[in-house]
């Protein structure tokens, strides 16, 4: 299997290749960017042109119902007998729960784990596709390859490279598991319900656009039902990264904005937490 990068665009240069990216993708406000001083424009970024994508972490935080929960234990909390204050924690749970990334390695024995992941590939145009209909009329809809041509209809082909995220509504739904998931069965996942990605949607994508990644507002980029997960397995085989239980998807405009998805970098892990930023254009 070939793993070279199939993001041309990106994988030419770091900052070159984000601030080539963020020109051609909109224009930003101060006259100045971006091509002065990339820590300036970045600086200069204004709040409402950030949007945090990721969930916290906490009790409530939905993870897969075989997978470990989120954990945080204290370690200490207090003032100490120095008189500073002093607070530590430990954290345990699943790779794969609240906001985070699966790792192509994942679903493909030789895919990329999560510290092989490129740089250049968590750094992306984003593309958000509007699947609210189809999730609305069916709880495990799977969008189409038409859907995703009516998106590019209307909004341009998607560039090699970008990140896709379909915005399927189900965010409205977090953290309540019964409604999130279909099923709130500790332990059991052969009951649930939410929309995903199409067998034939993923390998559209995978063999004609050749994305950095796939996000989505629910809990698994296959649908509920879903017990062979097709869709993982296509993206996976092709390097292509997952990002599921995004938050804040409705604030995506369809084209135009930049993600920047940066996971704990575990070492051989099959995924991680992530905290997925965009920036408005
Ligand atoms: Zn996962």
Aim: glycine residues 8%; charged residues 20%.
């Amino acid at each position: 299997m070939n793993f070279s990068p199939r993001r041309p665009a990106l994988a030419a240069a770091g900052w070159a290749g984000l601030l080539a990216l963020i020109a051609a993708c909109g224009t930003p406000s101060s006259p100045t960017a971006p091509h002065a001083d990339a820590a300036a424009w970045l600086a200069a970024v204004p709040a409402d042109r950030l949007i945090d994508l990721s969930y916290a972490f906490d009790t409530t935080t939905v993870y897969w119902p075989t997978a470990r929960r989120f954990e945080r234990i204290q370690d200490a909390a207090g003032m100490t007998p120095e008189g500073y204050w002093y607070a530590a924690n430990s954290i345990c749970g699943s790779e794969h729960g609240g906001t985070h990334l699966d790792a192509p390695q994942h679903f493909a024995r030789d895919g990329w784990t999560t510290d092989r992941i490129p740089i250049e590939a968590l750094v992306a145009p984003v593309r958000a596709i509007d699947a609210r209909a189809g999730a609305a009329a069916d709880a495990d809809h799977a969008v189409t390859v038409e859907e995703i041509r009516a998106h590019e209809a209307a909004h341009g082909p998607i560039p090699r490279g970008a990140v896709v995220v379909l915005h399927t509504g189900w965010g409205d739904r977090w953290p309540d598991l019964k409604r999130y998931l279909g099923d709130d069965t500790p332990g059991d996942a052969s009951r649930l319900h939410f929309p995903g990605l199409s067998e034939a949607a993923a390998r559209f994508l995978a063999v004609e656009r050749g994305p950095a990644g796939i996000g989505i507002d629910t809990a698994s980029i296959d649908p509920g039902p879903s017990q062979d997960f097709r869709s993982h397995r296509v993206l996976a085989a092709a390097n292509i990264y997952a990002l599921e239980n995004l938050d804040n998807v409705e604030r995506l405009p369809p084209a135009g904005a930049t993600l920047i998805a940066l996971p704990m970098k575990i070492a051989n892990g099959s995924g991680g937490p992530v905290r997925v930023l965009a920036i408005l254009p």
